[in-house]
């Protein structure tokens, strides 16, 4: 066991206040760069830590958590999504698996808009074309979008970041339908003078939808949740947008829908091999691709480090407040105040 300070193994340098605050508590090692770790770097470095501080684009797998050993309580993610981490493999260890809710919601809200704009209009076909030094003067036939207002806005998945695209739709005079997996929001979830609609399945939501915006985390069930038949059953002019996790839809699938005239447009944010882009889509001009940035603003980047760094202190130091996705670790000594964390 560890004689000095506890140490945090954080796998990239993220933005104050995280190191401050980390530095603060822990000794800290690892990755003070803007590199990804190989997974043969986290491996190495992690030996005798007491939280490991990482991204979503760290695999934090049953090897790494046992490479770590027996001071480790804390995996501190900085990102709501905990796809990247074997969340099982860390309960049985009693490691608390800690993300960064709340703080991201609006912005990627935001993002998620600025994709569904940005495909309905044209957006990036249109900058192109401008940079191109190919726009001759204005016409009544180029660039012709697909019109939001009056148009219905499909969510799956109604969680924080799905209520928060929904509570925009009123401004572009889109209605909300919705489908969640424990079924309809209680009334007092629902803005009040909104009528967000629930949809009886999947297909349902599909059939109706001008434009399908994903909000469910990734996990056995969502993986592939939209391939070949989903994309199908949607509008032939819908736009399908994934803000979510790449894998939620089948892109090869995608590919060949758009490819074959079906669909208005998709944008996608995440990617199913990121940051590998699946073949065929690059090709296409209706499909816009952002680089994983929906809670990249500066305001948000801050604080999700600062809620990170929060989570790693408070879980080695055995106090509540802790994001925990894990509640139900049990108490491993030497955090004996574990029963907090359970509030
Ligand atoms: C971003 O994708 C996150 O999960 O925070």
């Given at each position: 066991m560890s004689r000095g300070r506890p140490r945090a193994f954080v796998t990239r340098l993220l933005p104050e206040p995280a190191p401050s605050l980390l530095g603060e508590v822990f000794e800290l090692c690892g990755n003070l760069g803007d590199r990804p770790l190989t997974s043969r770097e986290i491996l190495e470095g992690v030996p005798g830590a007491s939280a490991i501080v990482c991204t979503l684009a760290d695999r934090i797998d049953a090897a790494v958590l046992s490479a770590a050993g027996a001071e480790l309580r804390v995996v501190s993610n900085f990102a709501v999504g905990f796809d990247n981490i074997d969340v099982t493999a860390a309960t049985k260890r009693g490691v608390l698996v800690a993300t960064t809710p709340d703080v991201l919601t609006e912005a990627t809200a935001e993002l998620t808009w600025a994709l569904i704009l940005a495909a309905a209009r044209r957006v990036v076909e249109g900058d192109a074309l401008v940079r191109s030094g190919r726009f001759t003067g204005w016409s009544p036939s180029l660039l012709l979008g697909k019109e939001l207002t009056?148009?219905?806005?499909?969510?799956?998945?109604?969680?924080?970041?799905?209520?928060?695209?929904?509570?925009?739709?009123?401004?572009?005079?889109?209605?909300?339908?919705?489908?969640?997996?424990?079924?309809?929001?209680?009334?007092?979830?629902?803005?009040?003078?909104?009528?967000?609609?629930?949809?009886?399945?999947?297909?349902?939501?599909?059939?109706?939808?001008?434009?399908?915006?994903?909000?469910?985390?990734?996990?056995?069930?969502?993986?592939?949740?939209?391939?070949?038949?989903?994309?199908?059953?949607?509008?032939?002019?819908?736009?399908?947008?994934?803000?979510?996790?790449?894998?939620?839809?089948?892109?090869?699938?995608?590919?060949?829908?758009?490819?074959?005239?079906?669909?208005?447009?998709?944008?996608?944010?995440?990617?199913?091999?990121?940051?590998?882009?699946?073949?065929?889509?690059?090709?296409?001009?209706?499909?816009?691709?952002?680089?994983?940035?929906?809670?990249?603003?500066?305001?948000?980047?801050?604080?999700?480090?600062?809620?990170?760094?929060?989570?790693?202190?408070?879980?080695?130091?055995?106090?509540?407040?802790?994001?925990?996705?894990?509640?139900?670790?049990?108490?491993?000594?030497?955090?004996?105040?574990?029963?907090?964390?359970?509030?």
């Open positions: 009056g148009g219905v806005l499909g969510i799956v998945g109604m969680g924080r970041i799905g209520r928060a695209v929904a509570r925009r739709a009123a401004g572009f005079g889109m209605r909300v339908l919705y489908t969640r997996r424990s079924g309809p929001l209680p009334a007092e979830a629902v803005p009040g003078g909104e009528q967000w609609g629930f949809a009886a399945n999947l297909h349902a939501l599909l059939a109706s939808a001008d434009v399908v915006s994903l909000h469910v985390p990734l996990g056995p069930e969502t993986r592939h949740l939209i391939s070949a038949p989903e994309l199908a059953a949607m509008k032939w002019d819908a736009i399908l947008v994934n803000a979510a996790r790449g894998p939620v839809v089948d892109e090869a699938a995608l590919a060949e829908t758009l490819r074959q005239g079906h669909l208005f447009a998709a944008a996608l944010d995440v990617y199913e091999n990121e940051p590998v882009i699946t073949p065929g889509l690059e090709g296409l001009t209706n499909v816009v691709l952002l680089p994983h940035v929906g809670s990249a603003t500066v305001a948000t980047r801050r604080k999700m480090a600062e809620s990170a760094a929060r989570n790693a202190i408070a879980a080695v130091r055995g106090l509540p407040g802790v994001n925990a996705v894990n509640l139900q670790v049990p108490c491993v000594p030497p955090c004996a105040r574990v029963d907090q964390w359970r509030v």
